[in-house]
């Protein structure tokens, strides 16, 4: 009944913020820059035409009613026409995210890999050289930004070596190494920082663990090392992991505007980067939907799994 009452709450919470979200979006599109009208028709176009369309397209109407007109029309999966390419957004959006996700997802896979086994590592050989070294490594990759790897990786790799390509996509049609050899760059950018973040604070929380009493009473006991660590101590280590990996996909999203810009990946980044430059609104707002919607959901999967490990949060949570 508490896993129950937690889930419901979450669930109402996820709901609530979608919602608050939804109307932060639509009025931060609607104060920008710039008129609708003018960039469907053109900047030449007579004040008659656009004050014409602007009365089809109900834009003299009052904010509530277009934000009621355009969520009702999201809820009933219309998510309206881009104004620029005159084609449906749904789409464009679903056609681009189908490419940001491989890079997400690969990316994704290396911080939780990469992230959490770095950082046992270190904490099982702190003092060390190697500790040493990555405790270097994991400053360095998180203080540059990933516009800097990602234009190093284009001058070394692309330029320099002419190992793989700069930019570009290619489908899978093409071949499975030309598909892949179009990701790697952009995949391994995005996960340089993120890495080095998951890794630094799992090495933080392991070695707080692995000094706490019941480590110390499991090993009193005669238990062996690889048990201490596995059964007692990672469990506890891997809940504040599993709240920035959270954290970090909301920043993975935030990475992959700029890494597409610079690789020129036809991804939802740079696709939101030609909406913003054309004025396109309804291409904008539904795509800062989805790009909300993905940050939601991994926050609600996060809070998910650590009531699973930690049994304790989702009673709390259920009665709070």
Avoid at 28 to 52: C, K, M, S
Avoid at 275 to 298: C, F, K, S, W
Wanted: no cysteine; charged share 10%.
């Amino acid at each position: 009944m508490g896993m129950a009452a937690f889930l419901l709450r979450r669930l109402l919470g996820l709901v609530g913020v979608l919602l608050g979200m939804s109307v932060l979006i639509f009025g931060i599109v609607h104060i920008l820059p710039g008129n609708v009208a003018y960039a469907i028709l053109g900047e030449f176009a007579t004040p008659a035409a656009v004050a014409q369309l602007e009365a089809k397209l109900g834009l003299n109407d009052p904010l509530p009613v277009q934000y009621w007109r355009w969520l009702g029309a999201m809820l009933h999966g219309d998510f309206g026409m881009s104004i620029v390419m005159q084609r449906p957004a749904a789409p464009l959006i679903a056609e681009a995210l189908g490419r940001s996700a491989l890079l997400a997802v690969f990316a994704f896979g290396l911080v939780a890999m990469g992230g959490i086994g770095l950082g046992l590592y270190a904490a099982t050989h702190r003092g060390r050289a190697s500790d040493k070294v990555l405790t270097l490594a994991q400053f360095l990759l998180i203080a540059v930004p990933e516009f800097f790897w990602a234009i190093l990786a284009v001058l070394v790799f692309a330029s320099w070596l002419n190992l793989l390509p700069a930019t570009g996509y290619a489908p899978l049609s093409e071949g499975v190494a030309k598909w892949a050899s179009h990701l790697v760059l952009p995949v391994l950018v995005l996960a340089f920082g993120l890495v080095a973040h998951v890794s630094r604070l799992t090495r933080s929380s392991m070695i707080e663990v692995l000094d706490s009493r019941y480590v110390l009473a499991a090993r009193a006991r005669g238990l062996p090392e690889r048990k201490v660590l596995w059964r007692h101590a990672l469990p506890n280590a891997l809940l504040p992991a599993i709240t920035v990996l959270a954290i970090d996909a909301g920043l993975l999203i935030g990475g992959i505007v700029v890494v597409e810009t610079v690789f020129a990946y036809p991804g939802l980044g740079r696709l939101l980067v030609y909406a913003i430059e054309r004025h396109d609104l309804p291409l904008l707002q539904v795509g800062m939907m989805v790009v909300t919607a993905i940050y939601a959901l991994a926050n609600f999967v996060a809070e998910l799994l650590y009531a699973v490990l930690n049994p304790r949060i989702r009673v709390a949570g259920a009665t709070a």
